[in-house]
């Protein structure tokens, strides 16, 4: 069964970093890219970036270019997302999602709530 | 502001048809397929349709998409009160270089 888990909600001051992980089983890690997608409270979805598992390469929304890094370790099968310089409007829900570099798919975290006060 | 275009809104009564609508531009839904999810309340996104009109295993065939040109749909067929979500289409854009969605679309079940 394919799995993407989360790390758990975290909460932060403006001005900080956040890291969120993701840790895949059930598929071959580096056989599909990873997104990672934003939703802030009761608004849409936006995409923020993708690494593609096998050779590290990235695109970033261009939104969210020189805030956010986004990588994949393979020794744990886990990706990760860092934004940093982070501001009330980055409250939101994170999440990552296996596909295609064209096509965010078939299987999606549990979600992160990053919650951004002072 | 969302690069592509849904309505805000949809609605019908259990067993009719609703379609929903996402308008874009050449570079984007004009080069390239489309997606659908489906979003539930509370839950994360769930692929529904890609490329244009395939479903994913375990998508009921009532759900269909459609494309022409720099628009497309999505058609749900004898509606189900657990169909009350919301919808987002998306594409790849490729003069942003990655895929951007649509506003959504929450879906009511009358």
């Known amino acids: 069964e394919v799995q993407l888990v989360q790390s758990g909600a975290e909460v932060k001051k403006p001005g900080a970093t956040v890291k969120i992980s993701c840790k895949v089983s059930?598929?071959?890690?580096?056989?599909?890219?990873m997104h990672w997608v934003q939703q802030a409270p009761g608004k849409g979805l936006e995409w923020m970036g993708l690494v593609d598992p096998e050779d590290g390469e990235t695109i970033y929304a261009e939104k969210f270019q020189g805030r956010v890094t986004i990588t994949a370790d393979t020794s744990t099968d886990t990706a990760y997302m860092e934004l940093s310089s982070l501001r009330s409007e980055d409250t939101a829900v994170y999440y990552c999602a296996t596909g295609e570099m064209a096509t965010i798919g078939g299987y999606w975290g549990q979600g992160t709530l990053v919650t951004v006060s002072s | 502001q969302s690069v592509l275009t849904q309505p805000p809104s949809a609605s019908g009564t259990p067993g009719q048809r609703v379609t929903i609508s996402c308008s874009g531009s050449?570079?984007?839904?004009?080069?390239?397929?489309v997606n659908w999810y489906q979003q539930l309340p509370g839950t994360a996104p769930k692929l529904l349709i890609y490329r244009n009109n395939q479903r994913p295993s375990g998508v009921p065939d009532r759900f269909s998409g459609s494309k022409s040109g720099t628009s497309a749909s999505l058609a749900i067929s004898g509606l189900q009160s657990e169909d009350e979500a919301d919808y987002y289409c998306a594409a790849w854009d490729d003069s942003l270089n990655g895929p951007v969605f649509g506003g959504g679309t929450k879906l009511t079940v009358l």
């Open positions: 050449s570079s984007n839904i004009g080069s390239n397929t």
């Open positions: 059930g598929y071959t890690f580096t056989d599909y890219y």
